[in-house]
């Protein structure tokens, strides 16, 4: 079985640690700068600290901080599964190409620190996802298979890829509209994969609730660009180190709600700014589900028999001072 590693700050001092229990964390000997140095250079530390039978640290006792640090490159796949590209405005099946776009590495935070909705955006929504988490550098094109598959992905991680949608569609720039800071909660847990569990990653279930509503419940295995031929197509493009992350997509459930007809004139450029505003935001007007002051998200991610569980991420949304 993999290993629960989480990072931590403790009486001022940022730290590592194996997740021994739901209540206890082993300190893992090493400094470690970035979750690239942890894998790179402390994979042994890991190890040690997983069988170590010395004193422990209390889960309550510390500030769990995000796995993923910067700096890191968060790549994102879009409308990867076939309920959420129905409620975007999108046909359901494959689409003939993979989407992919990137999150700032500043919009990181903790799995218990505080949204914060900029003043200027209306239209606040949520997303979990798993993220896969690279172990070994991908600099040139590399074939991912399940038989590979965890030598270059050292684990997973909850990530909520949270997204300002009347920044994100009306002005069509996604990138702007899922990077301001805190759009980005990770963890609490980063899981390290063992050498035989390629697997999990094709049948792991995905929930969040806002304020104990259940508005997103799904299985990886609905994934409709699996992370191994992702994984492959991405190394035709960029590099990826480790330490970055791949967001790989949400499920449906969100807040936003999207006709055919009104996803089409979004991506119309024949269509003035001034008419998508009118039409776009009387739509999502009669739409309650958006975030609201106040509002609690809670994602996990866990296998079906609760086996592997990435711990449980909640997250307070609040407005910009």
């Not at 590209?85 to 999108?90: I, K, L, N, P, T």
């Not at 949400?250 to 008419?275: D, R």
């Amino acid at each position: 079985m993999g290993i629960r590693v989480a990072r931590f700050r403790n009486e001022g001092k940022v730290a590592w640690g194996v997740v021994t229990s739901e209540s206890e964390l082993q300190p893992i000997d090493g400094e470690f700068w970035s979750l690239g140095e942890l894998l790179t250079d402390g994979l042994d530390a890991v190890h040690t600290a997983a069988t170590a039978d010395r004193g422990s640290v209390s889960v309550r006792d510390v500030k769990l901080l995000s796995p993923v640090t910067k700096p890191a490159r968060i790549v994102c796949q879009g409308a990867n599964y076939a309920n959420h590209r129905s409620e975007a405005g999108m046909h359901p099946d494959r689409p003939a190409f993979n989407t992919i776009f990137y999150k700032a590495d500043t919009s990181l935070t903790g799995p218990s620190d505080d949204v914060v909705r900029p003043a200027n955006v209306r239209l606040l929504d949520y997303e979990v996802e798993v993220g896969l988490v690279i172990g070994k550098a991908i600099t040139t094109r590399t074939e991912v298979t399940s038989a590979n598959f965890v030598e270059y992905v050292a684990g997973m991680v909850i990530a909520d890829d949270i997204s300002a949608r009347d920044v994100q569609l009306l002005e069509g720039q996604w990138y702007k509209g899922k990077s301001y800071r805190t759009f980005c909660p990770i963890g609490p847990y980063l899981y390290l994969f063992d050498e035989d569990e390629a697997s999990l990653i094709h049948d792991l279930e995905l929930q969040l609730s806002v304020n104990g509503e259940v508005r997103q419940s799904a299985n990886t295995s609905q994934l409709l660009f699996k992370p191994e031929e992702t994984l492959t197509e991405l190394s035709q493009i960029l590099d990826l180190l480790p330490g970055d992350v791949v967001l790989t997509g949400t499920p449906g459930g969100v807040a936003l709600k999207l006709s055919q007809h009104e996803a089409a004139l979004l991506n119309n450029p024949a269509v003035s700014f001034a008419v998508k505003q009118a039409v776009f935001m009387e739509s999502q007007s009669r739409i309650h589900a958006y975030l609201q002051d106040g509002d609690e998200i809670v994602c996990t991610v866990k296998t079906k028999d609760g086996r592997v569980h990435l711990g449980t991420q909640k997250n307070k949304v609040v407005t910009a001072q």
